[in-house]
């Protein structure tokens, strides 16, 4: 399978943990995006990167978020002291830009965080 | 900042019918992109159709067209003969073309085809 995968697939936490995401694009894939989803909702936009590089962070992205992709390929995402307004799905996409070419994103399954 | 708005909440249709999803979107930029993407209950969001603004001809996917209006700064899809298999939430999406960083998504239409 060459798509987008994302790690876990559920998390439940209590209220005050911390959690991390794992994001693994598809392997020619220079961007990577975090988007949040909740139930009803269109994803909204946390972060993205291109290659190494983090070129633009949402202000929904508290000083509770961060996102890193230290190798240009997989990207985590984590949460410290979760709270139960942070329950959502966390969708992780990739694509491909050239130059002045642009390619769609691609999604991953997401990771539905439930906090108690 | 950039809106997307999609009007219609729930939709449905009946099998082999065509159906058309409303999106209209507000941007002062000149170049950019459209997209509608499907997500199926439980299972991930996939591209169904894009369209580059600076294009004056429609898209179309197969049984998937979009009537794009720059002017009116509309972009619905319609589905032809629809199939059990379209059941899904559709997501219209809009990008700056000069960076192509994020996407800002409409809030979706849930469709349901009914046999």
């Known amino acids: 399978d060459t798509g987008v995968s994302q790690d876990p697939r559920h998390k439940i936490t209590k209220r005050g943990q911390n959690v991390t995401f794992r994001c693994d694009p598809i392997?020619?894939?220079?961007?990577l995006y975090w988007y949040r989803q909740t139930l009803g909702q269109g994803p909204e936009f946390l972060t993205y990167?291109?290659?190494?590089?983090?070129?633009?962070k949402s202000r929904l992205l508290s000083d509770r978020f961060s996102a890193e992709r230290p190798k240009g390929s997989f990207s985590t995402l984590e949460i410290q002291r979760t709270e139960q307004g942070d329950s959502a799905m966390y969708l992780c996409?990739?694509?491909?830009?050239?130059?002045?070419?642009?390619?769609?994103?691609?999604f991953g399954p997401g990771t539905r965080l439930t906090v108690t | 900042a950039q809106t997307v708005t999609q009007s219609q909440p729930e939709m449905s249709v009946q099998e082999a019918e065509t159906v058309t999803l409303s999106c209209t979107y507000d941007?002062?930029?000149?170049?950019?992109?459209l997209f509608w993407y499907k997500q199926p209950p439980s299972r991930q969001m996939i591209l169904v159709i894009r369209?580059?603004?600076?294009?004056?001809q429609n898209a179309t996917e197969n049984r998937f067209s979009v009537n794009f209006q720059k002017a009116a700064k509309s972009f619905s899809l319609k589905i032809s003969d629809s199939q059990l298999g379209d059941t899904a939430m559709y997501f219209c999406?809009?990008?700056?073309?000069?960076?192509?960083?994020?996407?800002?998504f409409g809030d979706g239409t849930t469709l349901t085809v009914k046999p």
């Open positions: 996409a990739s694509s491909l830009r050239t130059g002045t070419l642009v390619y769609e994103q691609y």
């Open positions: 392997s020619e894939h220079n961007r």
């Open positions: 990167f291109q290659n190494e590089a983090q070129l633009e």
């Open positions: 941007t002062s930029e000149n170049n950019y992109y």
């Open positions: 369209q580059e603004a600076y294009k004056q």
């Open positions: 999406a809009f990008m700056i073309g000069t960076n192509a960083g994020k996407s800002t």
